[in-house]
């Protein structure tokens, strides 16, 4: 730090003041809270979000059917008081496997969400802060990698390894990569600008650490709405996964192999495709309340 110049970067009241950003950051955390907690769209969206999570958790205990239990004598029994979802081609109960079926999706869509997530901050942090070669060379390949439909990309790496959870979780993650780099870096470039970073620099903080106690606390709110938004995204992809055969076995339980199962019975017995299909689109949704919501929030700052 240099004490010699009053009122210059590095003279303390400065380097006090550059500080203020990630202090503001963190005080603004009770007040956005509030706001979020009294919007309609946002409370519903955590309600579905927190309600499959508690489902996933502790279905076992909320019906008193066995998901995988064929009953040949009750195959295709439409909704009603003994079976409120109805029963599949197997006799099966369709609300205790809808109920199951939470469990799968959420064992690889938050860990993918948070692996794609994390490696994407972490790219995007290095590359907006420190910026020359590295940066160049990792935008290059996140363009290239940009033009290739995800989704097509994930179905294909996925054939390829197996339909191990462990590959699902890393094939998944790996694709989120690059955009969350591209949203992450694009937050940290404003930052590097900031007198606070400059007041980092010059009283010789490690990078390292400028980018985990300077920079990474001011986009915070970017790389928390990237993650919201990939959990999303995730939910889809397993399910899709699953449907095309490349994710949970068939007869699990899990929603897009439920669909994919009982699709070719759509006709005469809707109940077996409509109700998993609702619990994709239900998850679906509302991560993406709470990712709007929250993403208003960022950009309103």
């Known amino acids: 730090m240099s004490p010699g110049i009053p009122g210059g970067a590095g003279s303390p009241g400065s380097v006090v003041d550059a500080g203020a950003p990630s202090v503001a950051a963190v005080a603004r955390g009770p007040r956005v809270v509030r706001r979020l907690v009294r919007r309609p769209s946002f409370v519903a969206g955590a309600v579905l979000l927190l309600g499959w999570a508690v489902v996933a958790a502790f279905w076992p205990h909320l019906v008193p059917a066995d998901p995988m239990t064929q009953h040949p004598a009750e195959r295709f ?139 990474l606390p001011n986009v915070a709110g970017t790389v928390l709405v990237e993650a919201t938004s990939r959990l999303g995204d995730a939910v889809f992809a397993a399910a899709t996964l699953s449907f095309l055969g490349l994710g949970q076995p068939p007869g699990s339980p899990e929603w897009g192999a439920s669909v994919a199962d009982s699709r070719v019975f759509l006709q005469h017995a809707w109940w077996t495709v409509l109700f998993p299909a609702l619990a994709v689109a239900s998850l679906v949704i509302g991560v993406a309340l709470v990712a709007d919501n929250l993403r208003e929030q960022v950009a309103a700052r």
């Open 77 to 215: 029994r439409p909704p009603g008081w003994g079976h409120l979802f109805g029963t599949d081609q197997f006799g099966r109960d369709v609300l205790a496997r809808v109920l199951a079926g939470a469990r799968p999706v959420l064992e690889v869509a938050p860990l993918a969400a948070a692996a794609g997530v994390a490696a994407g901050s972490l790219l995007g942090l290095v590359c907006g802060v420190r910026r020359g070669l590295l940066d160049e060379i990792v935008m290059r390949v996140v363009d290239a990698l940009a033009v290739f439909p995800s989704l097509v990309g994930v179905v294909v790496v996925a054939a390829l390894v197996g339909r191990s959870t462990t590959a699902l979780i890393v094939v998944i993650g790996v694709f989120f990569v690059p955009i969350v780099t591209r949203s992450v870096r694009a937050a940290a470039l404003v930052e590097r600008e900031k007198p606070y970073v400059e007041a980092a620099r010059l009283r010789g903080e490690p990078f390292p650490s400028l980018l985990g106690r300077e920079v």
